[in-house]
């Protein structure tokens, strides 16, 4: 799956009798048991996570064969959200129904939600401490030279012809020099790629006899809950109120994440520090760190930026950590639970839109957008740690960052030297992280003698 040999984990051994597809032969209890398993353990990002999911459910144990898993994964891929997660939905569905898409979907994700959570509590309680403070500036440069990377690596798998180049062109130039919201950049690259031509040959008639109108009451049902929180925000505390602004702000954010986390980084980035003033470039570099070291979905960051955001929330509260709580708990929903409502509405219709080339061309068009989508992301943050200041100028409806200050020497050391440790050695983004931490402090110490 395209992994490194050090995301080779392996879990329990299988089963005597391998869970046929329709359910059955295991309990539901081991059933949640190695899903929770798996959530603990996926770690690597999303090619690690899903060659864990892989492992486990196709090789291991053969409750799903090979054909069916592809199938279901370039359909994940075409979707908005983690589609590693989407892919534990779709598992969870095809195995056991409803019921254990709900469990395989939620078990993914429990783990590394609660380890982010811990964090962003001891990030919020001891992160102004000198120490902690140049931990984290270790961190800082660590993740520049991690999106880096992550850069070049989806470009060389997306960026095939010009055209690709184009697009991926066109969406760097509207995001840093025009400020275009990142959802319209996602949808005029999809109808783009839906609209051009292709030289497949025309889809064979599918025998899927799904039908579309049970998908619809399955979606509008979803929806709702999807929504719930947020319109409970709105009655309670009103529609202008920051937390209600916080649940519609990622739900937008969710319906539009194509390209994985960090394409939806860049959006939330410039959205939390520049137009919410939630947090600080540094803060959002921080909790991608952060996130880079828990189990899950990267996207478990958003849940970062509720923490962050919710802690500065007044409200009817006795506690600024019930805030927090709060703001962490509504992203969490709002970003997940979409993928259920994609899912179980979709995936009945799985052959009859695998047969389809429009959307694979708008999969390949959003793809090669999302390339200048991360260039931008990549700029931003490689500015904001890089320099010790940076201001935005305007000329017309152009908008442009601008260093005006100094370079911090220190933090371009590190950044280079994480780079290396990630493309020369086998460490992994863990490892560099910990030595990015260990660097930052051991930087404060011999300033401070």
């Known amino acids: 799956m395209g992994v490194r040999d050090s995301d080779d984990l392996s879990l329990a051994p299988p089963p005597p009798n391998p869970l046929p597809e329709a359910g059955g032969g295991v309990s539901l209890e081991a059933f949640a048991g190695l899903w929770l398993r798996i959530g603990c353990l996926s770690f690597g990002g999303p090619a690690g996570q899903i060659a864990l999911i892989h492992r486990e459910v196709v090789e291991r144990r053969g409750w799903i064969d090979d054909a069916a898993f592809l199938r279901a994964l370039n359909f994940c891929m075409l979707l908005p959200g983690p589609e590693a997660q989407q892919l534990s939905v779709w598992c969870g569905w095809r195995l056991r129904g409803v019921r254990g898409g709900v469990i395989a979907g939620s078990l993914f994700v429990l783990p590394g939600a609660l380890v982010m959570a811990l964090l962003t509590a001891g990030y919020l309680a001891f992160g102004t401490q000198p120490l902690v403070m140049a931990g984290f500036r270790g961190i800082q440069a660590v993740v520049v030279a991690v999106v880096a990377q992550a850069l070049w690596r989806i470009a060389r798998r997306a960026l095939h012809g010009p055209r690709a180049w184009a697009l991926a062109a066109a969406a760097f130039a509207a995001l840093w020099l025009l400020d275009a919201p990142f959802p319209l950049v996602v949808l005029v690259a999809g109808a783009v790629g839906w609209a051009g031509r292709s030289a497949d040959a025309p889809p064979p008639g599918s025998k899927d006899k799904a039908s579309w109108r049970r998908s619809a009451l399955v979606a509008a049902g979803w929806a709702l809950l999807w929504g719930a929180p ?66 899950g979905p990267l996207v478990l960051v958003f849940q970062f930026v509720g923490g962050v955001a919710g802690h500065g929330i007044a409200g009817p509260w006795a506690s600024v950590w019930t805030g927090t709580v709060l703001g962490m708990a509504l992203v969490v929903w709002v970003m997940f639970v979409p993928s259920f409502l994609w899912v179980f509405a979709l995936a009945p219709h799985l052959d009859r839109l695998s047969a389809r080339p429009g959307p694979a061309r708008a999969l390949a068009a959003i793809t090669a957008s999302i390339v200048g989508v991360m260039a931008n992301l990549a700029l931003w943050f490689a500015l904001h740690v890089l320099f010790q200041r940076v201001e935005a100028r305007h000329w017309g409806p152009v908008r442009l960052w601008v260093p005006s200050g100094g370079v911090d020497v220190a933090a371009v050391i590190l950044a280079a030297a994480a780079l290396l440790l990630l493309t020369r050695t086998r460490l992994g983004v863990p490892g560099v992280l910990a030595l990015g931490t260990a660097a930052g402090v051991a930087l404060q110490l011999a300033r401070t003698g």
Not at 244 to 249: A, E, K, S, V
Not at 264 to 271: D, E, S
Request: proline share 5%; net charge negative.
């Open 230 to 295: 947020v319109a409970a925000c709105a009655v309670w505390l009103g529609p202008g109120h920051a937390l209600t602004q916080l649940g519609g702000f990622f739900m937008r954010v969710a319906a539009f994440s194509f390209g994985g986390a960090y394409a939806a980084l860049a959006y939330v980035a410039q959205a939390a520090v520049g137009a919410q003033h939630w947090m600080t470039p540094a803060a959002m570099l921080d909790g991608l760190g952060l996130a880079e070291t828990t189990p």
